[in-house]
């Protein structure tokens, strides 16, 4: 936004602000078509000023990636308390809120593109998959290392709910909450699959489930396949 | 591969022997690792005439990624005979062998970095995607628009493949062959998910099913969940 009244900023204020600036910008419209001159103008400031805080868009637009990575990495966290098909519902609408909230800069990250694909955007990105790999394992409360089934199963997860809300920002077809609940399912399904071919992943599946609720997500998809199958 | 003897060849034939050579190189390390030396060596030419077919290493790069893209969208041709089932799982057989083939150079495409992200890889790799979503939707044997929510699971589903395979190459510590099992596996129970919300594909899903012979791994996996609730 443009205020009327220009005033003297400190160095890391007008940082702050511009890169509040572009974020909002890159909520609306892609990276590559917002150019500089626009966030100097929504700024309220010239165009060389914003060359003395950020020397090219690059730099500009990966601060920005970096304030909305930590947003996004800060949504993953979750009180390890009551069911977990409960917690992983709230995670993934906090997720999809995200989505919404930034989705062309969203979409132009994760297709790639002229502005993207620096290998700090792409560490950013990977800094994210991470901590919401971390997040997840902790949730499952195991002991001892990481089977690779395991491991695959969460990283293939939170791939698919990337690709899942990158396919819902081109055209919104599908209503975000019935996405929220899908992802939720699709996570036990997947669960599920895996658990088939791994006796310690189907030790888990059974223990989580025997201590989730009749509300629980998990036991809604249960009666539900329960329905179609019938 | 150096060959003792030279013998002169025409553009197209040089231009093709160039391309064979970079894809032998990139399918062992990433086409950021592969230096133009390398590519003229193993050629047994010299780097400036490398530089006379292709004015860069990212032009190279493409003609490469060009050859693959065509190879991998072949495999995705299957006959629409017999059941789903296997036809799935044979499509899913050849990408992995695909993908098992090309490890360094597939990894480096879709994690992006230096040499990818330009808008004539993104349209490469795109195209592949679109290629793979038509021929399942020609295997669906649908009439009519296609919903979005038959939509997202095809397109979500092929994206789920991609990032399976893609973690599957950071280490195989995973039979490649139990993965392509769990893929056609993840497929049947994400669209079991899908059929919960939306009755087109609850139909479409009991009509595949009741043509399934008994070693469909569709029906194996309906047994082996059945097991798993037992």
Redesign the interface.
């Known amino acids: 936004m443009t205020t009327g009244v220009r005033r003297r900023m400190g160095v890391e204020e007008r940082r702050q602000q511009l890169i509040d600036v572009a974020l909002e910008l890159f909520s609306h419209r892609s990276p590559d078509e917002v150019s500089i001159d626009e966030i100097a103008a929504a700024a309220g400031i010239s165009r060389p000023l914003v060359y003395h805080y950020f020397p090219g868009k690059l730099s500009l637009y990966e601060a920005a990636l970096q304030l909305a990575s930590q947003d996004l990495a800060g949504r993953f966290t979750e009180p390890r308390e009551g069911p977990l098909g409960a917690r992983l519902l709230r995670v993934t609408r906090r997720f999809f809120a995200f989505v919404d909230d930034h989705g062309p800069g969203f979409s132009a990250l994760m ?4 502005a ?2 620096s ?1 700090t955007t ?1 560490a950013l990105v990977d800094g994210v998959r991470q901590v919401a790999f971390e997040q997840m394992l902790q949730h499952m409360a195991l002991e001892g290392p990481v089977s ?2 395991l ?2 199963l969460l ?2 997860w939170i ?2 709910a990337e ?2 809300a990158l ?2 920002l081109s ?1 919104r ?2 209503p975000r909450e ?1 996405l929220e609940v ?1 992802l939720v ?2 996570f036990a ?2 669960a ?6 791994d006796p310690l992943l ?1 030790d888990l ?1 059974r223990r989580v489930l025997a201590e989730e609720p009749q509300d629980s997500p998990f036991v809604e ?1 249960i009666g ?2 329960a ?2 199958a019938a």
Not at 111 to 114: E, F, H, I, Q, T
């Open positions: 297709r790639g593109g002229p993207v694909g290998s792409n690779p089934r491991e695959l990283r293939s791939s698919h690709s899942t396919l819902w055209g077809a599908i019935e899908q399912h699709d399904a997947l599920a699959v895996a658990a088939t071919s189907a599946l998809l539900r396949l329905a179609l």
